[in-house]
């Protein structure tokens, strides 16, 4: 029976150790030529803020992203990865350690007092016969670009945050302000009533109806109120400040912009590149992929070479003497025989997760495209909404004209005045709300092209180099 040494049969191995291992069905994957809803397929922009003709919202966006706590952690992390990389880089390099030792001792014959000092240099290092260390900074160097492009992500995301929090403040105050309407027409209602009702024209029901309604608009102004504060809050969390609520002082009578055209989608295959989501799953993939290679070639021999120097003397002084300097330079190849199984088992685990990573990829991409089918969907419903709610509005403010008016020629009871009131307010408030979820719509679908706030040109990460070190 021939036996073959563990070099030989460690170089049999290398012919497939770097294959890639990702699998056929990801590097293939077949994108749709486009979207499933007839849109505008011109490519995507960028700067999608500067749509909104709000100049304070890019004041406020850059505020987030210097202050946001989550958005600082996301910035550690990147620091962190630098960090690994410059770890595993330094594993090209010898190590060179300097030791210094001394000892006195007395002997138990003789009583004699002796002294010993040793001064000691030495150096390793592993030679990359297999590619094993380049994989493994491979592997760190992606896991960089990963949690650069989180970074990146996270950004578009709390930026997106930050405008639909300033929206949501906006359309709340709105709110506030038509419930502040009601509540003071339902006092001129109450004093009309009560008036009539002292000259015998109107009919004690109608006093308490009126009043009943007066009672229940000011609850709703104060839970409006309530409202308010708390979207004032939100935005004020999102910015990294106190919440105070003070936020509602900037406010200054802001309205919410109406969105009169259609933006350019592009196809579905742009998202690919333009998303910093995907791009981080994918560098994930690679990562991954570069792990089961470093774990399969744990496997093989390694080449490790050493050298030292050493001088021992009685005499402190006499240390650095070239008289009596030791020198030493070994190597050394050392391959696993038995480890009940365990760098098959991590080579196992990492061939595993490379699969569940590319699981994680297909999910991301799928999520990707059903946010930016669902955002162009949910855009022209709202635009029929909103052109529905915008005449609907209309017709009921004046049939809430015109129903007071019939109550005081008694020609209709008040109950049907308190339906016209109400019709009225409900389409009021519904415009609001519906203008909000447009604009809030519009925000999504730009996130969900990978659309970045701002000229990607003049973006600066600063906060991803607040961990960072020159060592």
């Not at 050493?310 to 070994?330: C, F, R, Y």
């Not at 008694?410 to 447009?438: C, D, H, K, P």
């Amino acid at each position: 029976m021939k036996f073959y040494s563990p070099l030989i049969l460690s170089i049999f191995l290398f012919g497939c150790a770097n294959k890639s291992q990702v699998s056929t069905e990801l590097r293939e994957y077949q994108i749709p030529e486009n979207w499933q809803s007839n849109v505008n397929t011109g490519s995507a922009q960028d700067n999608w803020i500067e749509d909104f003709n709000i100049p304070l919202l890019k004041s406020l966006s850059m505020e987030a992203i210097k202050s946001n706590q989550a958005q600082q952690q996301a910035a550690y992390k990147v620091a962190i990865a630098q960090q690994q990389v410059i770890q595993t880089g330094a594993n090209f390099l010898p190590d060179l350690d300097l030791s210094l030792t001394s000892n006195r001792a007395k002997s138990a014959i003789g009583g004699d007092i002796s002294n010993r000092n040793t001064l000691k240099l030495e150096s390793s290092y592993e030679v990359d016969m297999w590619g094993k260390l380049s994989d493994n900074q491979q592997a760190s160097q992606l896991n960089l670009l990963a949690a650069q492009a989180e970074y990146q992500q996270n950004t578009q995301n709390l930026v997106s945050r930050v405008v639909i929090a300033w929206f949501n403040l906006i359309s709340a105050n709105k709110l506030s302000i038509l419930f502040e309407q009601r509540v003071n027409n339902a006092k001129q209602s109450v004093d009309i009533i009560e008036s009539g009702y002292q000259q015998g024209v109107n009919k004690a029901l109608d006093v308490y109806l009126s009043r009943n309604e007066l009672n229940s608009e000011t609850s709703n102004l104060a839970n409006q109120k309530a409202n308010l504060i708390e979207s004032a809050r939100a935005l004020e969390q999102l910015l990294g400040r106190y919440p105070s609520g003070n936020i509602i002082n900037q406010i200054d009578e802001q309205n919410l912009p109406l969105l009169t055209k259609q933006i350019p989608i592009g196809l579905p295959s742009d998202i690919i590149s333009r998303k910093p989501e995907l791009n981080a799953q994918w560098y994930k993939v690679l990562a991954q992929d570069a792990t089961l290679a470093f774990t399969h070639k744990q496997r093989f021999p390694s080449l490790r070479l050493t050298a030292s120097l050493s001088n021992s003397t009685e005499e402190l002084s006499d240390l650095l003497s070239t008289s009596s300097i030791a020198w030493s330079i070994l190597g050394g190849l050392t391959a696993p025989i038995f480890n009940a199984g365990t760098l098959r088992s991590n080579e196992k685990i990492a061939e595993l997760r490379l699969k569940q990573q590319e699981q994680t990829y297909l999910s991301t991409l799928y999520d990707a495209f059903t946010e930016v089918e669902n955002a162009i969907t949910n855009e022209a419903s709202l635009h029929v909404r909103y052109q529905a709610t915008l005449s609907a509005q209309k017709n009921a403010l004046a049939a809430e004209t015109l129903a007071f008016e019939q109550y005081q020629r008694g020609l209709v009871n008040y109950t049907t005045v308190l339906n016209a009131q109400g019709r009225a307010f409900n389409a009021q408030s519904s415009l609001i709300q519906i203008t909000n979820q447009l604009l809030a719509n519009r925000v999504n679908l730009h996130l969900a092209l990978g659309g970045d706030f701002s000229n990607k040109n003049n973006i600066t990460d600063n906060n991803s180099q607040d961990g960072s070190t020159d060592e």
